[in-house]
């Protein structure tokens, strides 16, 4: 059974690994007991996942390529139609195995989102979730305070994309590892918390932490382009979409 889940996992990193992503397993129950019964996932709890996280790399590797060899269609975000590409690849891949895939854009019809991404990527030891608890003196009285993770080589360069449920594969035996604790001190909290809520647009929340890689300026300008002025964008840059955009 071990070595059938190590093969699983093998298999998934070898195919994602090499387009800019990143996998980490975890159990259901660990992120059931994370939050409350709203947001459960309705399976075991002894029931494999994987949170899948994209890297800088990601843009060059996977994206980039992608817009030279797939039809675009106009309804659904370009990132958001690659990375699901690359899942119904995995998918195939696996095709033994029942796998269902959630992304962080989906939700509810009560309209909460399927799964709280930070939530998992926590749990999963892939990123710190630094919430406001984790302040001692909290400076913000009534406002409201989103939490952000903190990845341990790409600061806040990253993105959680989604969730790979196996229901059929049960990994009683799975250790939790805790995710990299890398703001430690109560002020660089604070400063990553203000820098995420109230200036998130001037990126300085991605380099509270020393980071490996971040994104390029191309990636960035595609990234602060308003959704909806993306495919323009792409057009503009050209060369990028052999196909006509649909
Ligand atoms: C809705 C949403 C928004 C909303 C509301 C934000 C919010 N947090 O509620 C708005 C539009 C404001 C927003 C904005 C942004 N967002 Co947003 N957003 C989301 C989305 C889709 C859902 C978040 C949500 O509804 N949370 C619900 C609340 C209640 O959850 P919570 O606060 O975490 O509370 C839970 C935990 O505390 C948990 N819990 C309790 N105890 C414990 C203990 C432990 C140890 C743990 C781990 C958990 C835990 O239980 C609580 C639930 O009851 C997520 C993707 C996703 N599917 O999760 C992205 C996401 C959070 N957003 C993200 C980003 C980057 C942004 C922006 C910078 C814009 C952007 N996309 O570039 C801005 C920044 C915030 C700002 N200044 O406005 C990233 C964050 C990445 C990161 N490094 O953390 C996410 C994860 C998307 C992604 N694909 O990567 N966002």
């Given at each position: 059974?071990?070595?059938?889940?190590?093969?699983?996992?093998?298999?998934?990193?070898?195919?994602?690994?090499?387009?800019?992503?990143?996998?980490?397993?975890?159990?259901?129950?660990?992120?059931?007991?994370?939050?409350?019964p709203a947001f459960h996932l309705p399976y075991s709890e002894n029931t494999l996942a994987f949170v899948v996280l994209s890297i800088p790399a990601m843009f060059d590797?996977?994206?980039?390529?992608?817009?030279r060899n797939q039809l675009l269609k106009k309804i659904q975000d370009p990132v958001?139609?690659?990375?699901?590409?690359?899942?119904?690849?995995?998918?195939?891949?696996?095709?033994?195995?029942q796998m269902e895939i959630m992304y962080d854009y989906e939700m509810?019809?009560?309209?909460?989102?399927?799964?709280?991404?930070?939530?998992?990527?926590?749990?999963?030891?892939a990123a710190y979730?630094?919430?406001?608890?984790n302040v001692q003196k909290d400076p913000w009285g009534t406002k409201k305070i989103y939490g952000v993770c903190v990845h341990p080589h790409y600061g806040?360069?990253?993105?959680?994309?989604?969730?790979?449920?196996?229901?059929?594969?049960?990994?009683?035996?799975?250790?939790?590892?805790?995710?990299?604790?890398?703001?430690?001190?109560?002020?660089?909290?604070?400063?990553?918390?203000?820098?995420?809520?109230?200036?998130?647009?001037?990126?300085?929340?991605?380099?509270?932490?020393?980071?490996?890689e971040k994104y390029?300026?191309?990636q960035k300008t595609y990234f602060a382009t308003p959704p909806a002025e993306r495919l323009k964008l792409l057009k503009l840059l050209g060369g990028f979409q052999r196909n006509a955009i649909h």
């Open positions: 059974m071990e070595v059938r889940v190590v093969q699983l996992e093998d298999k998934i990193r070898d195919y994602l690994g090499d387009l800019g992503f990143e996998i980490y397993p975890f159990k259901v129950g660990w992120y059931n007991e994370a939050v409350p590797k996977a994206f980039k390529p992608f817009l958001d139609q690659c990375v699901s590409y690359h899942l119904s690849v995995v998918r195939q891949n696996l095709a033994d195995e509810l019809p009560n309209r909460k989102p399927k799964f709280l991404a930070q939530t998992a990527a926590h749990v999963a030891g979730y630094y919430q406001r608890k806040g360069w990253f993105a959680i994309r989604a969730l790979l449920l196996f229901p059929d594969v049960e990994v009683p035996f799975l250790l939790q590892t805790n995710p990299i604790d890398c703001v430690t001190t109560e002020e660089e909290r604070i400063e990553l918390l203000e820098k995420f809520n109230f200036h998130w647009r001037d990126w300085s929340y991605r380099d509270v932490t020393e980071v490996k390029s300026e191309e």
